[in-house]
Structure formats: structure tokens, C-alpha cells
């Protein structure tokens, strides 16, 4: 009895040496993460800070960490700037076109990608990639000639079409990955049960995969609210414009940057975004995690 007694704490020890040796070893590591997160979320710290500061108090030489004399009317001017409610509905109309357009021609490109076996199908999927690899400067300039052309400069349409075509590569390739991850033997039970290809596709394929189309709506409206090169390219009239483009009408040659005002609005700027962003967090999560799976 002993023995098995001195047996049982000798193995009791030796199993709660490695949690604190485990410990030791993570310490490292999260201290690291710790200072990550704190240089990367500094930036937006000191951009809210700024906003509820005076003009004068923000141009200090010497930084103040703490804001001495908060106030709201930043972002009271910010509400009252000439162009602020026309650019936000600008902003809001082109986002959710782009997501309108972009999502469902994404997810019927990614279906016929991932299911159907036709020639030049590689050739498509290499494109795809290719098209995500270039930088947009290098597209701007054909397709403002085209769009010219068409007569889409300046019009909602042509931004939300420029748009669609940024995000669209990626929205195909990442919705495929979902399609993918589908069990090919559902398909086939709805077939024996008499259901055509539309009816799969609607009913049994689509359905499945709604976190990637969770996932790809959040990634082409943030992409569409926070761009400031298309916008400013395609809009040649200042009631076109939309926010990021706004943001610049608080630098002015002659009376310089109000820095306080620009921040406030930058706050107001970014507050549909985070909000968007906080209620499908947790959709958002769980569909980049599935829909990288397979690729």
C-alpha cells in the first residue's frame, strides 16, 4: 500500500512540473502580444483622444496623453461641414452596391468553379488569382478610359461597378472554399430525389454556404466605404464625393489642418464600419476559418 502510495505522488509531481514550465515558457510570448496590441491600437487611441480636444491643444509640442479640456464640438462642426449627410448617403449607396453586385455574382462564380468541370476552368482560377496580385493604380487609369467612354464617370453606377471588380476576385475565391468544403453527396440525395441543378443550388448548396457570404459582404463594404482612390478618380463633382474624399475639405492651404475637426469626422467615419463590424463579428470569424478549409 505504500508503495502504490508513493508510486501515485511521485507520478502526481512529475505531471505538475510541465504546466508551470509551459508557463514559464508563454510568459515570453505574451508579453510580446501584449505590447502588439497596445503599439497597434495606439493609432485609433490618440485619433478618439484627438477628437475631444480643442485645436490648440491637439498642435502642442508636447504630447498629452490625456485629454485636459474635452469637448464636443469637433464633432459638432463635423456634422455641420458642407457635403457631410450628401457624402454619406453617397458612401452608403456605393457600399451596399458594391455588396449587392459583388456577393451574388461572387457566389455563382464560386458555385460553377467549385462544381461543374468545363474547359478552361484552371485558366480561370489562375486568373482570378492573377487579377487579386495587381495593385488597383495599375487598373486605374484603363478603367477610367472605359468607364469614360461608357459615360460612368461621375455616376453611382461606375463607382459600384469599379468596386465590384476590386472585390470580386477574392469574393470568388474565397467563397469557393466553401462550396468546396460541401460534401458532394448531398448534391447527390437531392438529385435522387428529383431536384434539378437550380434547385441544388438554391436550396441545398447556397443555404450552406451563407458564412461565406456573411464573410464576403463585410470584406467588399468595408473595402468600398474606406476607399478614397476610386471615389476621388470616378467623382468629378463635389456632391459626388463620398466621406474618405470629405475628410480632405479639413486641410485647406490657407488656414492649414484642423486637426481636431478632421479626427472628429474620421471618429464619425468609421462608427457604421465598427458597428457593421461588431454584429457579424462572430459570423465573420467562423466563415474565414471555414471557407479556409480548402482552397
Known amino acids: 500500500m505504500r508503495r502504490d502510495a508513493n508510486t501515485a505522488t511521485i507520478k502526481l509531481q512529475r505531471t505538475s512540473k510541465p504546466p508551470r514550465t509551459h508557463a514559464r515558457r508563454s510568459l515570453p510570448l505574451n508579453i510580446f502580444t501584449i505590447l502588439f496590441c497596445i503599439v497597434w491600437i495606439f493609432p485609433t487611441y490618440w485619433m478618439i483622444k484627438t477628437a475631444f480636444v480643442p485645436r490648440p491643444e491637439a498642435l502642442t509640442a508636447t504630447p498629452q496623453f490625456l485629454p485636459m479640456h474635452p469637448t464636443l464640438e469637433n464633432f459638432q462642426m463635423a456634422i455641420e461641414?458642407?457635403?457631410?449627410?450628401?457624402?454619406?448617403?453617397?458612401?452608403?449607396?456605393?457600399?451596399?452596391?458594391?455588396?449587392?453586385?459583388?456577393?451574388?455574382?461572387?457566389?455563382?462564380?464560386?458555385?460553377?468553379?467549385?462544381?461543374?468541370?468545363?474547359?478552361?476552368?484552371?485558366?480561370?482560377?489562375?486568373?482570378?488569382?492573377?487579377?487579386?496580385?495587381?495593385?488597383?493604380?495599375?487598373?486605374?487609369?484603363?478603367?477610367?478610359?472605359?468607364?469614360?467612354?461608357?459615360?460612368?464617370?461621375?455616376?453611382?453606377?461606375?463607382?459600384?461597378?469599379?468596386?465590384?471588380?476590386?472585390?470580386?476576385?477574392?469574393?470568388?475565391?474565397?467563397?469557393?472554399?466553401?462550396?468546396?468544403?460541401?460534401?458532394?453527396?448531398?448534391?447527390?440525395?437531392?438529385?435522387?430525389?428529383?431536384?434539378?441543378?437550380?434547385?441544388?443550388?438554391?436550396?441545398?448548396?447556397?443555404?450552406?454556404?451563407?458564412?461565406?457570404?456573411?464573410?464576403?459582404?463585410?470584406?467588399?463594404?468595408?473595402?468600398?466605404?474606406?476607399?478614397?482612390?476610386?471615389a476621388y478618380t470616378f467623382m468629378n463633382e463635389a456632391s459626388m464625393y463620398t466621406l474618405p474624399v470629405w475628410l480632405a475639405s479639413f486641410s485647406s492651404p490657407i488656414t492649414g489642418t484642423n486637426v481636431s475637426g478632421q479626427m472628429a469626422a474620421s471618429v464619425l467615419f468609421s462608427l457604421p464600419v465598427v458597428i457593421f463590424f461588431v454584429i457579424m463579428q462572430r459570423n465573420l470569424v467562423a466563415g474565414m476559418s471555414a471557407g479556409a478549409v480548402k482552397g
Open 81 to 230: 461641414q458642407s457635403g457631410f449627410w450628401g457624402n454619406f448617403k453617397n458612401s452608403a449607396i456605393v457600399a451596399l452596391g458594391a455588396v449587392v453586385f459583388a456577393v451574388p455574382i461572387g457566389m455563382l462564380a464560386a458555385a460553377a468553379l467549385a462544381r461543374f468541370r468545363f474547359r478552361g476552368r484552371t485558366a480561370i482560377l489562375v486568373s482570378v488569382i492573377v487579377i487579386q496580385m495587381i495593385p488597383i493604380t495599375a487598373l486605374l487609369i484603363p478603367q477610367f478610359i472605359a468607364f469614360n467612354n461608357l459615360g460612368l464617370i461621375n455616376r453611382y453606377l461606375g463607382l459600384i461597378l469599379a468596386y465590384v471588380s476590386t472585390v470580386l476576385p477574392f469574393s470568388i475565391w474565397m467563397m469557393r472554399g466553401f462550396f468546396l468544403a460541401i460534401p458532394r453527396e448531398l448534391e447527390e440525395a437531392a438529385q435522387i430525389d428529383g431536384a434539378s441543378t437550380r434547385q441544388v443550388l438554391f436550396y441545398v448548396l447556397f443555404p450552406l454556404v451563407l458564412p461565406g457570404v456573411i464573410s464576403t459582404s463585410v470584406f467588399a463594404f468595408i473595402h468600398a466605404w474606406n476607399d478614397y482612390l476610386l
